[in-house]
């Protein structure tokens, strides 16, 4: 069974920093790309940043730039989102995705909540 598991979410101020990580199981995750989206109330999803298979490349929301860093641990099956200089635009539901690297994103998680104070 195909699961994908986030944590690390909360409520920080902002200038703050989080990680989020992102649990894989029932599938090959070193052969897989991951993504972090965001679902802010009444926006539409936007992809927060990318990382291949392999790890590199990487990419960014423009939004985040600078400031959160997409990683990877293929022995854990582990994904994870650095995020820095927070800022409450910041603020909604960070889903972690993975699919397979010749595929698209098939896989989603629940999400977990990420709210930035000013």
């Known amino acids: 069974q195909v699961r994908l598991v986030e944590s690390g979410g909360g409520l920080v101020q902002a200038g703050g920093s989080l990680r989020l990580s992102c649990t894989a199981s029932?599938?090959?995750?070193?052969?897989?790309?991951v993504a972090w989206f965001r679902q802010a109330p009444g926006k539409d999803r936007i992809l927060v940043a990318y990382?291949?298979?392999?790890?590199?490349?990487?990419d960014y929301a423009d939004s985040v730039k600078g400031r959160f860093t997409i990683s990877r641990d293929n022995a854990k099956k582990m994904a994870y989102l650095q995020m820095n200089s927070l800022k409450p635009d910041d603020t909604g539901v960070y889903l972690c995705?993975?699919?397979?690297?010749?595929?698209?994103?098939?896989?989603w998680g629940q999400g977990t909540q990420v709210t930035v104070s000013t």
């Open positions: 990382i291949t298979w392999s790890g590199t490349p990487t």
């Open positions: 029932g599938f090959t995750f070193s052969d897989s790309n």
């Open positions: 995705s993975a699919g397979p690297r010749l595929g698209g994103l098939d896989y």
